[in-house]
């Protein structure tokens, strides 16, 4: 039997959900990442470059 969470943050993304991974106590953050082009990537960042960076806690990404 599984049972799932549903949880509403609002904000950046990115700082949102490394701070419900703080006060969560979180081991470990799973998430999905998918590429871009270099140009998009470029203007607008990436998602998972940016969890990369400030997160203080392994992920595990799933492409």
Not at 1 to 20: F, P, R
């Amino acid at each position: 039997m599984v049972n799932l969470l549903l949880i509403t943050l609002s904000g950046d993304s990115v700082e949102a959900l490394l701070q419900y991974q703080k006060e969560n106590n979180l081991n470990i953050i799973a998430m999905g990442a998918y590429s871009h082009n270099r140009f998009r990537s470029a203007i607008f960042g990436s998602f998972t470059t940016k969890m990369l960076l400030n997160s203080q806690v392994p992920l595990l990404l799933f492409r």
